[in-house]
């Protein structure tokens, strides 16, 4: 049996030590929580985004672009909105998420087949992925941005294959 005295001890120890580690010294209390304060707490507010626009590629719409607005977040990103563009290129998505600190990081990624950088190989596409800026867009109403250029946004536009192109020669 262990003394009364070394259980007081190395209860004391372990207080230091919790302190030390997750003291309020050492966290933001606005990022950090408890376990099971995840369960009782209240869910932060909705925000929703609403965008229009028309999607062009070197100065002609291009239709059926499967297009995304995503909330971007450290480990899961939540799908808003999904869509086709139309004949003219126009589309209009909405969406609504919420985020435990409080805002939402938007994103609206497409994938086509519009030459940026160049050709995309058999069995690629091109993925565009545009960060919009909450300031700008978030809890809104309905923001009209106009004619998109893909072109404008090489930076932005990355390759992406099927598995199966692992088995073709370049």
């Known amino acids: 049996m262990i003394p009364q005295s070394s259980l007081i001890i190395l209860l004391l120890t372990l207080l230091v030590l919790i302190d030390t580690c997750f003291g ?3 966290i933001n ?3 950090w929580v408890w376990p099971w304060d995840y369960f009782t707490r209240p869910k932060p507010p909705e925000q929703s985004i ?3 626009g028309s999607l062009y590629c070197n100065g002609q719409p291009l ?3 499967y297009m995304k607005l995503i909330d971007e977040d ?3 990103s939540d799908e808003m909105a999904k869509s086709l563009t139309s004949r003219t290129g126009f589309f209009m998505l909405q969406g ?3 985020d435990d600190d409080g805002h939402i990081d938007p994103i609206l990624t497409f994938d086509h087949e519009c030459i940026v950088n160049k050709k995309p190989r058999m069995l690629c596409h091109l993925r565009t992925r545009v960060r919009l800026h909450p300031h700008l867009y978030v809890d809104k109403g309905l923001v009209d941005i106009g ?3 893909i072109a404008d946004y090489p930076a932005a536009t990355q390759e992406t294959c099927s598995w199966m192109r692992w ?3 370049d």
Request: proline residues 4%; without cysteine; aromatic residues 16%.
């Open 74 to 76: 450290a480990y899961f």
């Open 147 to 149: 004619i998109f250029e």
């Open 96 to 98: 609504k998420a919420s």
């Open 29 to 31: 209390k606005a990022s």
């Open 167 to 169: 088995f073709l020669p």
């Open 63 to 65: 239709n059926d672009v």
């Open 50 to 52: 609403e965008i229009s």
């Open 24 to 26: 309020e010294s050492r």
